[in-house]
């Protein structure tokens, strides 16, 4: 059995370990923001799907982290709602927060999008 550590890992597989912590990161301080924002930004739906994404991210970045064959599917899951959570980001009001998370989430999307083809 190999371990991988960062150094012999793809280069491609540690950007997106680095994207989806980010993202996950970003996630859970956007939950809070919401949640003071009040309103639309704190409905139930957008914050279970920022938590959702949140969760998927730290997920994906452990299956990559531990080797896991499964990240592939991981990956592609995370893909998906990323790019949905960036979308309900977007349909926010046009803040640097609500900004800030869907630029997070696109990224981390790009690149568990090209882990899930591989």
């Known amino acids: 059995m190999t371990h991988h550590t960062a150094a012999h890992r793809p280069q491609a597989m540690n950007d ?24 639309q930004h704190a409905a139930p739906e957008h914050i279970g799907l920022l938590a959702t994404c949140a969760d998927i991210c730290a997920t994906s970045a452990d299956a990559m982290l531990r080797g896991a064959a499964v990240h592939t599917i991981t990956c592609g899951a995370c893909a998906e709602i990323c790019r949905q959570c960036a979308d309900a980001c977007d349909r926010m009001n046009d803040d640097s927060e609500m900004k800030r998370c869907a630029d997070a989430c696109r990224r981390c999307a790009e690149s568990c999008a090209a882990m899930a083809s591989q």
Request: hydrophobic share 25%; proline share 0%.
């Open 16 to 39: 997106c370990i680095d994207n989806c912590t980010q993202c996950h990161a970003i996630c859970l301080e956007t939950i809070n923001y919401c949640l003071g924002q009040g309103g």
